[in-house]
């Protein structure tokens, strides 16, 4: 059972390129999250989903576009990344309301991203 | 507006002295509550939670946290700081009106001196 993992740990990118963010979870979660964090700002949430199939903005969406199509795997994209967008992201990922850890979120060990 | 409020930004104590890390929360109803652990370079762990009931909550590695509705507030205790919990430490207000949303406080750097 490896929990929320995340691909890549760290990647430096050049304003204008792309790329992809991979969160995988194994725990069958239904709920599943992306968030930045910045110093002094905590965690602020970028987009989630609900269930496969669906996503919602979060608090700072713009910039980014996000892909839930199998249950298990939330993409987080960045189509033209910006100096502003580097951040530490983390994935994370809740269970349904009424189980054992439901409304617990549990968390990927972070992707280190670098925009210059 | 739902918001969370850390505001500590620093806090320093000694090893084996007591601890207690502020969280106050705006929030329409009573939320679902959280404090989470960040270790340098790592993600965030769970150390207790408070759904409803029991306002004193227990959790991993001897903290406790207590609930207080009138005064929206949900601090972070420790009775004797071992020097392993340096970390930066989160609270967090989980929404309960069925968006699954969850927002974070700014976080408390706790420092521990030998």
């Known amino acids: 059972n490896a929990g929320v993992t995340q691909t890549p740990k760290f990647r430096v990118l050049k304003t204008g390129q792309s790329m992809t963010l991979l969160c995988a979870q194994d725990?069958?979660?239904?709920?599943m999250y992306w968030y930045r964090q910045d110093p002094g700002m905590g965690l602020r949430l970028i987009h989630y989903?609900?269930?496969?199939?669906?996503?919602a903005k979060g608090e700072v969406p713009d910039g980014y576009n996000v892909s839930r199509l199998k249950k298990q795997n939330f993409l987080l994209g960045l189509e033209s990344a910006a100096p502003s967008q580097t951040s530490v992201y983390f994935c994370?990922?809740?269970?349904?309301?009424?189980?054992?850890?439901?409304?617990?979120?549990?968390f990927g060990p972070g992707t280190r991203l670098t925009v210059t | 507006a739902q918001s969370v409020t850390q505001p500590d930004i620093h806090i320093t104590v000694s090893e084996g002295a007591s601890l207690e890390l502020r969280c106050n929360y705006s929030y329409g109803a009573t939320p679902y509550l959280f404090w989470y652990v960040q270790s340098p370079g790592q993600g965030l762990q769970l150390l207790l939670k408070y759904f409803s009931g029991d306002t004193l909550v227990q959790g991993i590695k001897g903290f406790e946290a207590e609930f207080k509705r009138s005064q929206s507030s949900f601090n972070l205790r420790k009775p004797s700081v071992h020097w392993s919990d340096a970390a930066e430490y989160f609270c967090a207000v989980g929404d309960t009106s069925g968006t699954y949303k969850y927002i974070f406080g700014t976080g408390t750097r706790l420092k521990v001196l030998a």
């Open positions: 994370a990922s809740t269970g349904l309301a009424g189980g054992p850890s439901s409304y617990e979120q549990y």
């Open positions: 725990m069958n979660h239904e709920y």
């Open positions: 989903s609900v269930g496969e199939g669906t996503t």
